[in-house]
């Protein structure tokens, strides 16, 4: 006995009237319309689309500029090849215009990993290139269709294989060639470093030097009586009025004037002894200027006389000239008739000379100094 429901007819929500039949039936014919004709119309437009372009289009792929020569032959060859695929669906259908997606799953192969050996990425390993022909030479029916044998494809492959190797080796040698190089730099960083720790420590040692002999010039200008001869109007004065102070005044052989004389004399003594032992050129030169700088005419000719008695003539020649250069005329005329007494006279000589070169010496507006005698 039929139900009410099921005498009436059925009216599916974009289909024509169905009559009366069973629920499955009606089930059936329902997803039939609504889920297996669209899929066969989006398989059917597709179909349309792709047969619109030339079949295998997505094998004629342009290479890069940077692709090695053999792997540009072997990637040439490898779509040659893939043009040759009959490509069928899982239920065996042929398609005249399959796509790269279809003919990767036909090769088992990932799209992304087909894409690279076509567009010479990447070099496929020699089982997968093997595969790829085997299935194309049955696809075609036979190596002479397909337009290369496998030998020849398995020697392109070889031939890439040793050109990548090639390739390697010399990246290989680059990075060997630049490590070596980084290494060098290396070597030559920490020399640096260390020259210049040494040269900050010679420059330290230099200027404690220099404290120590502008402290000891300053207690033996100290400790010396001034010359009435060089010193000025007020400096005489002075000299005078501490002079009157003292409880007895100053005699021949006096122990004050003993003293100072003594200590003069060891002053010029060290110096002399530390330019003997100056030992590089570019501390001595800084020694005699200091020297020039601090000492006075009379110190100066004591010390060059004692270097002449020791045999350092370019020693003696060098203070002579630097202090005619850098001290004034009135130093200088002193310092040559200190060296005149002491019979000096090529000395005194050549400290005129050299002051005589200086631009705006009053000695130069004479011409040449004349010979002492």
């Known amino acids: 006995m039929r139900t009410n429901w099921q005498e009436k007819k059925q009216k599916p929500p974009g289909g024509d009237l169905l009559l009366s039949g069973t629920m499955a039936d009606n089930v059936a014919d329902w997803r039939h319309r609504w889920l297996v004709q669209p899929n066969m119309r989006r398989f059917v437009a597709m179909a349309a689309r792709s047969s619109a372009l030339r079949p295998f289009a997505w094998t004629e792929k342009e290479l890069a500029e940077d692709v090695l020569p053999d792997r540009r032959r072997l990637t040439m060859a490898l779509q040659k090849i893939c043009r040759h695929l009959a490509v069928t669906t899982q239920e065996g259908v042929a398609l005249t215009h399959p796509t790269q997606a279809q003919a990767a799953n036909y090769l088992h192969v990932h799209e992304t990993t087909l894409t690279r050996y076509l567009r010479g990425q990447r070099v496929p390993p020699v089982g997968a290139a093997a595969r790829i022909f085997d299935i194309a030479c049955q696809d075609a029916g036979g190596s002479r269709n397909v337009g290369i044998t496998r030998e020849e494809l398995l020697e392109l492959h070889a031939r890439a294989e040793q050109e990548r190797c090639g390739n390697c080796s010399r990246h290989r040698d680059a990075a060997r060639a630049a490590g070596q190089k980084l290494r060098t730099l290396r070597e030559t960083h920490e020399q640096l470093e260390q020259t210049a720790a040494e040269q900050a420590r010679e420059l330290g040692e230099l200027r404690q030097r220099a404290t120590r002999l502008k402290q000891e ?59 003997l032992h100056g030992g590089r050129p570019d501390s001595t030169l800084a020694l005699l200027r200091h020297t020039t700088e601090a000492y006075t005419s009379t110190e100066i000719a004591l010390l060059v006389a004692l270097l002449r008695t020791n045999g350092q003539h370019e020693l003696a020649g060098n203070l002579v000239h630097i202090y005619g250069r850098d001290r004034s005329d009135r130093d200088v005329v002193h310092a040559a008739l200190m060296l005149h007494e002491q019979d000096a006279v090529a000395d005194a000589e050549a400290l005129l000379r050299a002051a005589a070169a200086r631009p705006g010496s009053a000695l130069s507006h004479s011409g040449q100094p004349r010979p002492l005698k």
């Open 217 to 275: 010039t300053q207690r033996v200008r100290a400790a010396q009586p001034i010359p009435a001869n060089e010193a000025g109007p007020q400096k005489v004065r002075g000299t005078t009025r501490a002079a009157t102070l003292l409880p007895v005044p100053h005699r021949q052989g006096d122990r004050q004037q003993s003293k100072n004389g003594a200590s003069v004399a060891r002053h010029i003594g060290r110096r002399a002894e530390e330019l």
